[in-house]
């Protein structure tokens, strides 16, 4: 199945771009603003904004770098009456959608749709009465946005908590997913989205499988306090990787104790990394061997240079010997195959030129610019 996504480019023009997958179509489109999904759309990238909500042009700043980084959702926190007062500023000045995120008062969650944003995050349970959900959900519902239910190993039901002997398990956090969402499908609510987040890796992967066998709903996925950039980055790749990897997960969030912004970055190569979206060119080179005939660590930073900034979804090979080299960058939309003192530049597997050493970068710049030429000539929107 094919998908298309468009990206910005000079926030002039777009890139339209072909998608591996999409999400599984058979789970229930859910529209936040511009973005759509489930439904077999692209899986979306999104993040949460670390400013103080309650400082317009801080966050606005904010929302406009995690943009320029890819991101195609933020959230803000909505801690008290104040920052509600300027979710419309904020909504207006934001060319991605807005989520509110709302923990405990339901008033915030109505001045929040009020303001105009895109989705609530909230927990029914945590909101109170039957009447409050209630006027929240029939404000959502009016509006014609979304709510995102949060399930999360730190917050827990205390009866769930005591039945499972205070662990947090897969099926306990599949229950109390279960109950907020009969609390709004209770009222005839279906425009839903639910998050089931775990510190523990496995936790969280099993919690979400097991959600996908008895609902359709669309699944955010995360990890959540996956902590600093580093280790943080690699346990949410096993998380939520595994889960694209099945077709599981229609939006992600990675959470790391970092700026937003960097948390884009993981996102995009999560989602690369599992052939499900690819937003900029893929660089794989060989991982080096007593074959080597040529500077490989130099030719391949030459070549990460080159295609530094691109937005266009192209794989590109760096091999280092004329053995491997040619098999291994075939299914690569352009390679370039360093010997001894010669080399090769390949696209799509084909042989387009054989030179000599110090012609390679020079020839694959070549190569380079024809491809994205090509792109746009064939695939850019006006």
């Keep these: 199945m094919e998908k298309f996504a468009t990206f910005k480019v000079n926030s002039s023009k777009e890139i339209k771009q072909k998608e591996k997958y999409g999400s599984d179509e058979s789970i229930r489109e859910v529209h936040v603003g511009s973005v759509k999904m489930g439904g077999g759309n692209p899986v979306v990238v999104q993040s949460m904004c670390s400013t103080d909500t309650r400082d317009i042009d801080a966050t606005l ?3 406009h770098r995690l943009e320029e980084a890819g991101c195609e959702v ?18 207006k000045g934001s060319n991605v959608p807005i989520v ?7 008033k915030r969650a109505l001045e929040a749709v009020a303001a105009g944003v895109s989705k609530v995050r909230i927990n029914p349970g945590n909101i109170g ?3 409050r959900v209630k006027a929240v959900v029939d404000a959502a519902g009016t509006a014609g946005i979304p709510i995102r239910i949060g399930v999360n190993s730190g917050s827990m039901p205390d009866d769930i908590l005591e039945k499972d002997k205070f662990i947090v398990t897969p099926t306990g956090m599949v229950e109390a997913a279960s109950r907020e969402i009969e609390l709004l499908e209770e009222q005839g609510f ?24 008895k609902f359709d709903i669309p699944l955010h996925l995360g990890i959540t306090e996956a902590g600093l950039a580093g280790y943080g980055s690699i346990k949410s790749a096993m998380g939520i990787g595994s889960l694209l990897l099945d077709n599981i997960g229609e939006t992600i969030r990675v959470s790391l104790t970092a700026e937003p912004e960097e948390e884009i970055d993981v996102c995009w190569h999560i989602l690369e990394g599992s052939g499900v979206r690819r937003r900029g060119p893929e660089l794989v080179a060989c991982p080096t061997c007593g074959r080597l005939d040529v500077d490989l660590f130099g030719l391949t930073d030459q070549v990460k240079n080159l295609i530094e900034g691109l937005i266009i979804p192209i794989k590109v090979a760096v091999m280092g010997c004329i053995v491997n080299g ?15 003192g010669k080399g090769l530049i390949l696209r799509k597997g084909k042989i387009v030129h054989n030179v000599k050493e110090d012609q390679l970068i020079p020839m694959f710049k070549k190569e380079l ?14």
């Design 74 to 91: 933020v959230r803000v926190a909505v801690p008290d009456k104040k920052a509600s007062a300027v979710l419309s500023d904020i909504v």
């Design 190 to 213: 279906r425009d839903i989205v639910v998050s089931m987040k775990a510190t523990e890796t496995k936790v969280m992967v099993e919690a979400n499988r097991l959600f996908r066998k």
């Design 100 to 106: 509110a995120d709302i923990h405990f008062h339901y």
């Design 61 to 63: 700043a904010q929302i």
């Design 129 to 131: 009465s039957v009447d």
């Design 326 to 340: 040619p098999g291994e960058s075939r299914d690569a939309d352009i390679g370039v195959v360093g010997g001894k």
């Design 369 to 382: 610019e024809a491809i994205k030429e090509e792109y746009a000539a064939a695939e850019l929107v006006e």
